[in-house]
């Protein structure tokens, strides 16, 4: 199912051919930055690779083997591109206002997953706040839900 994705950021994201397509680099785009959200304190750990498995799991209505597949291939991606803009801009330009936010949410409880912020987490989730087109506000009530709910 994946195994198509491993390039499909190759000729500049070129336009998908079908919506499977479509579904399918969004989701490996979110997973990208959901990865380089726990990578981004240099202390990727086990419990942070099962809390995003258990995410991305149910939120795109995967198997093990599904979300597995997925997140390889997105964290290849996200290892060979080095810069997020380009995951976060296929974001942007596809998503609603409110998917976005669901997002930046998700990218949260990873951040504070450990229960520690981190000044790279937190630039790095300004960062991607200022790429998403999502205010300043927005994103700092998005920080302290999640903050309040202990995830």
């Known amino acids: 199912m994946f195994e198509s994705l491993s390039g499909f950021f190759k000729d500049k994201m070129a336009p998908a051919e079908s919506q499977a397509d479509d579904?399918?680099?969004?989701?490996?785009a979110?997973?990208?930055l959901l990865l380089e959200a726990a990578h981004a304190d240099n202390d990727f750990t086990e419990e942070?690779?099962?809390?995003i498995a258990g995410m991305?799991?149910?939120?795109?209505?995967?198997?093990?083997?599904?979300?597995s597949e997925l997140l390889h291939v997105a964290d290849e991606e996200r290892r060979q591109r080095g810069d997020l803009y380009q995951f976060a801009r296929l974001i942007n330009e596809t998503f609603t206002h409110s998917r976005k936010l669901a997002v930046l949410e998700l990218l949260w409880q990873v951040v504070y997953n450990d229960g520690?912020?981190?000044?790279?987490?937190d630039a790095l989730m300004h960062k991607m706040g200022t790429l998403l087109g999502v205010r300043h506000e927005e994103l700092m009530a998005l920080k302290l839900r999640v903050k309040r709910s202990g995830s």
């Open 116 to 121: 520690v912020l981190e000044a790279r987490e």
């Open 30 to 32: 979110t997973c990208a």
């Open 23 to 28: 579904l399918n680099h969004l989701q490996v």
């Open 56 to 67: 991305v799991g149910a939120r795109f209505g995967l198997d093990a083997d599904q979300t």
């Open 48 to 51: 942070e690779e099962k809390v």
